[in-house]
């Protein structure tokens, strides 16, 4: 079989000691995806409150059933966003993206926190890259009238 090679501008972050995730920084799509799943794990926050309000009172197991099942709701977003190669379960070593840090916020605000910098960065790299593609294939076509 015939390998075929190209830079695809993938790149390779290590997450905590869970894993590496892989991905193209500079991808508009995928800077969107990031945006979008925000506003997803939102939704699934607030749904979750709304279905805690009608637990009984003091029933442990079933706000862990309903942590676990935000936590698997949002590790699918975070698979959606990064590809299915990227298992947010592992790289988190299990850790439910609703559970708090150290420093008293949730895991999840916590990976929002550190990824938004990397995306934000690529997305103004693909955005500049762009803008000179386009000032330079105007300026050849105003070359060549």
Not at 42 to 68: C, I, S, Y
Not at 74 to 81: A, C, G, R, S
């Amino acid at each position: 079989m015939e390998r075929i090679h190209f830079d695809s501008g993938i790149q390779e972050f290590q997450i905590g000691e869970g894993g590496v995730l892989r991905f193209n920084p500079c991808d508009p799509n995928l800077y969107v995806r990031f945006l979008e799943a925000a506003e997803k794990i939102k939704a699934v926050e607030e749904n979750m409150a709304e279905q805690a309000k009608l637990l009984p009172e003091n029933d442990g197991a079933a706000v862990g059933k309903l942590l676990q099942q935000a936590d698997t709701q949002m590790k699918q977003i975070l698979n959606w966003v990064f590809g299915e190669t990227a298992d947010f379960d592992r790289l988190l070593g299990g850790v439910n993206l609703l559970a708090m840090g150290a420093n008293g916020e949730r895991v999840v605000s916590n990976l929002f926190e550190a990824l938004q910098p990397v995306l934000l960065s690529g997305a103004k790299k693909s955005a500049a890259q762009q803008v000179k593609a386009a000032k330079t294939k105007a300026k050849t076509r105003r070359a060549s009238q």
